[in-house]
């Protein structure tokens, strides 16, 4: 297990294979992700309808910021032919406003060997854009999904660009 320690608190891969891993990063994604519904304006909002036994079965790798023991925030990445991914990155409602969102991107960042990484998010996520900013991406698309949440794609080149 790859551990990386910010004052008290880490950043872990969690095994997301095991039952009671996938139910603890379900919790964390349905709490987020019922503020960013309510934030974009949506009642329909597709990452709510996943569930334990998807995160369970992911093929995806997870890292966890722990707090006090307890999983405060997840980002779930794809790496495949040093392409990154950030398929999700959220944070318990109850840890929002300390900057773990960045520590945990920073973490990403930093450890993989990518030529490009990529995320999408909500036009409206405002939060999320400005984050993903702050970080050097930088918006290349944007379009409307059949759910109708407007979306738009951010790309980082590597580290070296």
């Given at each position: 297990?790859?551990?990386?320690?910010?004052?008290?608190?880490?950043?872990?891969?969690?095994?997301?294979?095991?039952k009671e891993v996938a139910n603890q990063i379900f919790e964390v994604f349905q709490n987020s992700y019922k503020v960013e519904a309510k934030l974009i304006g949506t009642?329909?909002?597709?990452?709510?309808s996943r569930s334990a036994k998807d995160i369970e079965s992911s093929k995806t790798l997870?890292?966890?910021?722990?707090?006090?023991?307890?999983?405060?925030?997840?980002?779930?990445?794809?790496?495949?032919?040093?392409?990154?991914?950030?398929d999700s990155l959220t944070v318990?409602?109850?840890?929002?406003?300390k900057g773990i969102a960045s520590k945990l991107l920073?973490?990403?960042?930093?450890?993989?060997?990518?030529?490009?990484a990529i995320v999408e998010t909500a036009v409206a996520n405002e939060p999320a854009i400005?984050?993903?900013?702050?970080?050097?991406?930088?918006?290349?698309?944007?379009?409307?999904p059949s759910h109708g949440i407007e979306k738009l794609?951010?790309?980082k080149p590597d580290r070296s660009s």
């Open positions: 297990m790859q551990i990386f320690e910010y004052n008290h608190t880490m950043i872990n891969k969690l095994d997301n294979s095991n009642l329909n909002f597709p990452p709510l997870f890292y966890g910021f722990i707090e006090n023991g307890c999983i405060a925030a997840v980002i779930e990445i794809t790496l495949k032919d040093k392409y990154l991914e950030i318990d409602p109850s840890y929002f406003r920073s973490y990403v960042l930093g450890s993989f060997e990518y030529t490009k400005k984050l993903y900013k702050k970080h050097g991406f930088v918006e290349f698309k944007r379009w409307t794609a951010l790309f």
